[in-house]
């Protein structure tokens, strides 16, 4: 029985504030929680006007604290723009603060343009070729310290995180699977390379301190609503906002707009079916049998949905039926 999750981008609609937007991702918590969602993920993204979880841990300290048993975590933090030692400390005390329930998923890319990406860093020594090593060391600070260890990570040494490996390509399967770390694919986005990456990650799997046999966690937008007519208008914000992101104008996430697949460009309709292909829209029989489907397929052991909706209202419904799917699931596969 395959649990599903949430991802949640602080998405800052048209018309609010990141302030708004924050407040709006408890109250998902909260009722995913209440639903029986096993993980609650945000994600660290840079310069992007739509977006509010750039400060990824404290926001998930804010989410965390609201919340009472789900776990909480980063889906992810892009680990070249930060020192290994850094995110140790962070993570480290949030497991201090909510022990056994925080998740740390690693990303590889910066998570915004290269130019942003300087002012991160203020140079850009640590890149993405140092990834293994980054990962390799910011585990190590997890380790218990050994006496005489010269740098620990206070708090951070001995924490109970559970660590994944974020990606959209081969490369971050196979360093998965080499480490014996749990993977989770960015389908939601990049679905391109999803089938031959699950390959790769179960192939180049090794057993390790941390993990047995491999562990997949597949990503989907999910648009649920009570019509297919009405799940196919939601969409039309996620279709804006890609569009917008893909054409270097990346803004606030748009109100629905009807007949908004009518007015695509090629180049733009093209962009969508690229990214958008690992999304189920409609009622709850249409997503049903599209996840049903989606979990074959892959194999997955977990599921993880982001649902990027403009009313807040409509998001908690699309998850409500995102969860009465789940449980139609589960009671089919008993």
């Not at 933090?77 to 497991?95: K, R």
């Not at 056994?100 to 300087?118: E, F, N, Y």
């Amino acid at each position: 029985m395959v649990p599903f999750s949430v991802l949640d981008l602080a998405p800052i609609a048209q018309g609010t504030d990141a302030g708004a937007a924050l407040r709006s991702t408890l109250e998902l918590a909260r009722h995913a929680e209440k639903l029986g969602f096993h993980r609650f993920w945000l994600a660290e993204h840079h310069n992007m006007p739509g977006i509010a979880s750039a400060a990824t841990a404290v926001v998930i300290a804010h989410v965390a604290g609201g919340t009472s048993k789900i776990r909480v975590g980063a889906g992810g933090i892009m680990l070249p723009n930060h020192a290994p030692l850094v995110i140790a400390e962070q993570f480290g005390t949030l497991d201090a603060l909510f022990p056994g329930r925080i998740d740390l998923g690693l990303g590889r890319a910066p998570g915004t343009d290269m130019r942003t990406a300087r002012a991160l860093r203020r140079n850009l020594a640590g890149d993405v070729d140092n990834f293994p090593d980054d990962v390799a060391e910011l585990l190590g600070y997890f380790r218990p310290a050994a006496p005489g260890q010269a740098v620990q990570a206070v708090p951070g040494a001995g924490a109970d995180i559970e660590v994944w490996l974020l990606g959209s390509s081969l490369y971050g399967a196979q360093l998965a699977g080499m480490l014996g770390l749990p993977y989770a694919f960015a389908s939601h986005f990049a679905p391109a390379a999803l089938m031959r990456a699950i390959d790769v990650y179960r192939h180049h799997f090794r057993p390790s301190e941390r993990l047995e046999r491999p562990h997949l966690m597949v990503a989907a937008n999910v648009i649920a609503a009570d019509t297919d007519a009405e799940a196919r208008l939601l969409l039309s914000s996620l279709q804006q906002m890609f569009v917008s992101l893909r054409t270097g104008r990346p803004g606030l996430l748009p109100p629905p707009i009807e007949g908004y697949d009518a007015r695509l460009a090629p180049h733009e309709r093209a962009i969508l079916d690229e990214v958008l292909s690992c999304s189920f829209i409609g009622a709850p029989d249409t997503v049903h049998a599209g996840l049903q489907g989606f979990l074959a397929r892959t194999g997955a052991d977990e599921l993880i949905i982001t649902s990027q909706i403009f009313d807040p209202v409509a998001r908690l419904r699309s998850y409500e039926i995102a969860a009465d799917i789940r449980d139609r699931l589960h009671h089919a596969a008993r």
